[in-house]
């Protein structure tokens, strides 16, 4: 499985970006897909989550309510909406997939995301 992420940018505080992550080998709909973000200095955090179908989401609390990921399994795509962007979301974001369990098993490359303030 290849990830490919795109979408980042330099954006001023409180606009909003939209990451994709399109997937290519395997079967995109059964694979849960994860989105992480890794600040300078920092460990690679979690930040959202989708089960196959959409069955079950899950959001970091530091982005409850300004995040929204979604799927698109005709398009091997996942996204992540993120509105109200604030100086502290700076960071690489990272897509996952999970084929099994709670862990990841592939990674994609990464997409810078800077907010100035």
């Known amino acids: 499985v290849q990830l490919q992420a795109s979408g980042g940018g330099l954006v001023q505080a409180g606009v909003s970006l939209r990451l994709s992550c399109t997937a290519s080998?395997?079967?995109?709909?059964?694979?849960?897909m994860g989105w992480f973000s890794q600040a300078p200095g920092k460990e690679r955090e979690f930040v959202a989550a989708?089960?196959?179908?959409?069955?079950?989401?899950w959001y970091a609390d530091s982005v409850k309510g300004r995040f929204t990921i979604s799927r698109d399994d005709a398009k091997n795509t996942v996204y992540l909406q993120m509105n109200s962007l604030k100086s502290e979301d700076t960071a690489v974001y990272y897509c996952?997939?999970?084929?099994?369990?709670?862990?990841?098993?592939?990674w994609g490359q990464g997409t810078q995301v800077t907010v100035s303030s």
């Open positions: 080998g395997g079967t995109f709909s059964t694979y849960r």
């Open positions: 989708i089960r196959r179908s959409g069955t079950s989401i």
């Open positions: 996952a997939v999970g084929l099994d369990g709670m862990g990841y098993d592939y």
